[in-house]
């Protein structure tokens, strides 16, 4: 992914709301599949992670994106901006 779409993705996600909430629990298969869901209907998202220090607040949203094939855009205190793009989406 280049720097401008990335860039653009950024402007993007601004004005969105989080989506997915990821609590105490932590990474579960619920969050997982919800996570999948949005990413379906919005191809742009963010998800909050709360209760997390920092490091793992960057390996929940790495291993969040790795395994749901999307990209991480950007990261700012707890919320995670991500991107995957809908192949059935026509636009």
Do not use: F, W
Request: some cysteine.
């Amino acid at each position: 992914m280049d720097n401008s779409l990335k860039k653009s993705l950024k402007a993007q996600a601004h004005h969105l709301k989080p989506v997915v909430l990821l609590g105490a629990k932590g990474l579960t298969e619920a969050v997982i599949a919800e996570t999948d869901v949005a990413l379906l209907a919005h191809e742009l998202i963010k998800v909050k992670i709360n209760g997390a220090e920092k490091e793992d607040r960057i390996m929940m949203a790495s291993e969040l994106c790795e395994q749901l094939h999307a990209e991480l855009i950007q990261m700012i205190g707890n919320t995670v901006i991500m991107y995957r793009k809908n192949e059935e989406k026509q636009g």
